[in-house]
């Protein structure tokens, strides 16, 4: 293998990486990336490991001993400093970030999101170890054009709309709109970490991921997801794609947002990890501004995607309309746009999303029907108790 080098062509030495929710979507796609391009080695830490079963065993793949998994829950384990110790960079991805339950369990999610992730914080800092931690875009809350009047031509200037890093205001709704408890939990611990650094001297990076979408992302309740609760918008479309149901709405999908393919993002983390002179003390949103529909036009197009990749037809009426408190229940708001100033990641690692959402759709639903119709298969040919 070549020496591999970073921005400012010095070559990169390997290290060890404490990972933090590396069986989740993001995790299980980090992982690989890791493993497959890299001489890095990583402590895998979950609860569950089914994400990235295909890369801890047989021992005879090329990264054997080169990843190890330790299953552990982060709120109750003696072990975690000890790992993080370990290590010379921690990766926190843990968090409950699925907006049903940001309504419906509300002390869950800040604990999840606050609590659970100020040892890890602690931790790194206590042992002058790096940290990148995976935050939301969701810190920003709404926009300032969102409550400008409808007709105001100022919603049309990107000062309104679009979020930058250094300068947007965190606005979030108030506080019986218990939506807000993650992003408010996600926000105070950003604080936290910016803290630590200025303070103690801690190396961070904070990650603001917006719409990651590919391959893995939990979409199947109980296969290869929760069984309980609503999962994110496009997890929801594909389910009710997969069982043929029209795709609901949520006060009439006018929301936008924007989605970036996750192998796209994966190597702006890579660039992160392996440029630290150039990652440390900031904070980067994830994104691609160029992938920007309504949540309407996604299920319209998701449809159009889904009806080639499956060679079934469309529904007659292949969507309804709902409201967000029969959707979501009491207490929930929303964010109208979420467009992501990319300046800075631009500037400091030279990172620039490629995927157009047709294709990452593609991709995304492939991998889905195609795992759909394994489970029901399994599920088939599963004996029944006479």
Not at 292 to 306: G, P
Request: one cysteine or more; charged letters at 25%; hydrophobic letters at 35%.
């Amino acid at each position: 293998m070549a020496t591999r080098t970073d921005l400012d062509g010095r070559p990169i030495k390997p290290i060890t990486i404490c990972m933090i929710g590396a069986g989740g979507f993001i995790g299980s796609h980090l992982c690989e990336k890791l493993m497959s391009e890299t001489p890095h080695k990583v402590l895998a830490l979950d609860v569950y490991n089914d994400k990235i079963k295909h890369l801890l065993e047989p021992d005879t793949l090329p990264w054997a001993g080169r990843i190890q998994f330790h299953r552990l829950n982060i709120k109750h384990d003696s072990r975690l400093e000890g790992l993080i110790k370990m290590a010379d960079l921690t990766i926190n991805l843990a968090a409950i970030c699925t907006p049903a339950d940001y309504n419906t369990r509300p002390l869950d999610t800040i604990y999840s999101n606050f609590i659970d992730a100020l040892p890890v914080v602690k931790y790194c800092s206590e042992n002058n170890k790096r940290l990148i931690h995976f935050s939301t875009c969701e810190v920003y809350g709404k926009t300032i054009g969102s409550f400008l009047p409808k007709d105001s031509p100022l919603r049309q200037d990107p000062a309104y709309y679009v979020l930058k890093e250094d300068t947007s205001p965190c606005i979030f709704g108030s506080i019986e709109k218990q939506r807000w408890s993650y992003a408010c939990a996600k926000q105070l611990i950003e604080r936290l970490v910016y803290a630590e650094g200025a303070e103690n001297g801690l190396e961070f990076t904070i990650v603001r991921p917006f719409n990651w979408i590919g391959p893995r992302m939990d979409f199947i309740p109980g296969i290869d997801g929760p069984s309980e609760g609503v999962p994110r918008v496009l997890a929801c479309f594909s389910n009710n794609l997969l069982r043929r149901e029209p795709l609901k709405l949520v006060d009439g999908g006018q929301s936008q947002r924007t989605f970036v393919y996750i192998k796209d993002a994966i190597e702006a983390v890579l660039l992160m990890i392996e440029n630290p002179d150039r990652a440390n003390g900031h904070i980067f949103n994830v994104g691609n501004p160029n992938n920007e529909v309504t949540v309407r036009q996604l299920a319209e197009m998701m449809t159009e995607v889904y009806a080639k990749v499956s060679g079934e037809p469309s529904l007659e009426s292949p969507t309804i309309d709902v409201s967000s408190k029969e959707f979501y229940g009491e207490g929930y708001d929303d964010s109208d746009k979420r467009i992501p100033d990319m300046t800075i990641i631009n500037k400091q690692l030279g990172w620039n999303p490629k995927t157009s959402l047709w294709d990452l759709l593609e991709s995304t639903l492939t991998y889905q029907h195609r795992t759909y119709a394994e489970a029901i298969k399994k599920s088939i040919a599963k004996p029944t108790a006479s």
